[in-house]
């Protein structure tokens, strides 16, 4: 199983919005609404930000949220703050029963 | 609080056995729909879901390594643990235990709760 396909950074200012794609196939993103992404900070735990496409965990703010579009997902970061700055990966369950990941995108806070 | 910690070797030779352990707290292993697991990262590279072990004993591995991997659990000491066979160079990484969302279907393979990981090397 092929990892889904992130863009490799994307950067943006204080305040503003970004959005980070997650593309797959039908196979996986495409299929089914298992779609959880992950922020990694050097040095600290992984943290689930989404899953489920739109669903936050406890404690996540609002400012995380997903969307899914045929065989691409989204992250969209409202209101950026230097504390974004991490990396973004993104999962998708698969007709094989196991999730895959995707190469993850470094997010810069400019 | 739930935690989890992971342990073993930071480095190991080629063709030996990798052994990890993943300590945790804050929940019981044979709690109904509870399920822990390892990702692993190779530097620079994408995560990989490696193996799961739920409440009731059910293994759950990655097909494309399920030759080499084991995991196991201990209910009295909240542990689990992984074996990797034969390791190579291609298997160093950054090894994660992760607890799963919940214990059926998709969610299965969300991972609400990591722990810091453990950066393994493999190298002659």
């Known amino acids: 199983q092929s990892a889904l396909t992130q863009p490799a950074s994307v950067s943006g200012s204080p305040g503003q919005s970004i959005t980070i794609t997650c593309t797959g196939a039908s196979s996986d993103v495409g299929g089914y609404d298992f779609v959880s992404w992950y922020q990694l900070h050097p040095g600290k735990a992984p943290k689930l930000i989404l899953y489920d496409v739109t669903n936050r965990p406890s404690g996540v703010s609002a400012r995380f949220s997903g969307s899914k579009s045929g065989n691409t997902a989204s992250l969209t970061i409202s209101g950026l703050q230097a504390e974004d700055e991490a990396d973004y990966h993104c999962s998708s369950y698969t007709y094989n029963s196991i999730p895959v990941f995707g190469g993850g995108t470094r997010v810069t806070v400019l | 609080q739930v935690t989890l910690r992971e342990s073993g070797p930071a480095l190991m030779k080629p063709t030996q056995t990798l052994t990890l352990t993943c300590a945790f707290s804050?929940?019981?292993?044979?709690?109904?729909?509870?399920?822990v697991g390892w990702v692993r990262q190779p530097p620079g590279k994408a995560l990989e879901w490696l193996a799961l072990i739920d409440w009731d004993d059910d293994k759950f591995y990655n097909k494309s390594l399920r030759t080499r991997l084991t995991i196991s659990r201990d209910i009295s000491k909240n542990q689990v643990v992984l074996t990797v066979t034969d390791v190579d160079p291609a298997d160093t990484a950054t090894y994660y235990c992760?607890?799963?969302?919940?214990?059926?279907?998709?969610?299965?393979?969300?991972?609400?709760?990591w722990g810091r990981g453990t950066l393994v090397t493999v190298s002659s």
């Open positions: 992760v607890r799963s969302l919940r214990g059926y279907g998709g969610d299965r393979y969300a991972f609400d709760v």
């Open positions: 804050g929940f019981s292993l044979a709690t109904r729909e509870m399920c």
